[in-house]
């Protein structure tokens, strides 16, 4: 599919006993290390992610953070905490423990791209619900906030690749 003007693919499953599974995989014009500190920053997260309103940071080092994030997800405002684990440039590990609502788990992993100064970006989420929940609905909204931060995401690399060339 396009996101945008780029090529992105996009995987999704959902079952009651799995939970929901969301997945993007992409190549982003800037050098692995280039696209690593991009997407290692995440002061920029509330500009980048639809519902994003405040981005605070609770523990913050070369190899692990502790974020925290008020969100608008549908009509709720709701504050999340994520765990954070880095191996960089290589890959980023993400943990929500939702407690009442369950638990979203997800991988960044960065790759050498199909040509020099390219990076294959793949991104996977899985979310497992601790009680029912319309997880099609969950789907819909996971969809839209995914694809659209890939998409800005993409754009800021393409505005840093121009800055680059001139």
Known sequence: MEVGRYPVRWRQRVSRQDGLFAGVRYEAPLSRQAVWDRAADYHDIGRLTPGVRAVRFLEDTPTRQVIQLD??????????TFEVERDPPREIRFRWPGGRWGELTGVCVFQDGSVPGRTMVE???RFQPSRPLPLGLLLVVERAALLGAVKEFLESCD????VNDT
């Open 71 to 80: 969100v608008k997800v549908l009509w709720k405002h709701v504050t999340l």
């Open 123 to 125: 991104l996977a989420t």
């Open 159 to 162: 505005r840093q690749r121009r």
